[in-house]
């Protein structure tokens, strides 16, 4: 029998003493994408709040985090100013299987509550993050991925010291290095959690 993956969220929110339902608005979803699997979500929320994300913790096939609504300021002017973000957090490269994600929502320091359970499956295949293709001299590095997450493509000529050569903030792109001088390279892209404008 398969252990469900499990992620804990706990949403809180504190806004110069009045209490709203955390976040001000949330739309979750997981997806795996080249292999690595995603918490993707649309939040929109007041304009001198943010949605922190903290880092996801692994024990065997549970996962835990935590999402909090912060204020960074009080702002008693602020009745309707909210903007939307697109949010990425990786989980990880999971098995493939079934999983459920529960999401806990916590308010004002309240414990949390059970908020929303996901169910989904990690597929057994689901391409892959980097492509490199080589022409001549010339190396075509494509990246797989989703909004909001973060790409960073480094590079190494020993496998121990890698150096990182271009980053992008959202889903696909591709990238194109001259290898005349270093015929001899390794890459390979570390996937981040990021934020981004909504369009």
Sequence with gaps: MKT????????GSIAAG??????????????TVGGVT???????????????????TTAGTN???????????????????????????VLGHLAAGDYQLLVDASLLGEPPSPWLVIHFTVPTQSG???????????????????PAATYVLQTSATLTNWTPVYTNS???????S????????????????????SP
């Design 4 to 11: 469900p993956l499990v992620i804990a969220l706990t949403i």
């Design 128 to 146: 892959s993050t980097l492509f490199i293709t080589r022409a001549d001299s010339n190396v075509q590095i494509a990246v797989n991925g989703v």
């Design 170 to 176: 959202g889903s696909a792109f591709q990238f194109s």
């Design 63 to 89: 996962l835990q985090m935590t999402v909090e609504e912060v204020v960074y300021y009080p702002c008693i002017q602020c009745v309707d100013c909210y903007y939307t973000n697109l949010t990425a957090t």
């Design 18 to 31: 009045l209490a709203q339902t955390p976040p001000s608005s949330w739309a979750p979803s997981v997806q």
């Design 178 to 197: 001259d290898v005349t001088e270093a015929p001899f390279q390794f890459y390979r892209v570390q996937v981040q959690s990021g934020t981004i404008p």
């Design 38 to 56: 995603y918490l993707v979500g649309t939040a929109t929320v007041l304009g001198c709040h943010e949605i922190q994300f903290s880092p996801v």
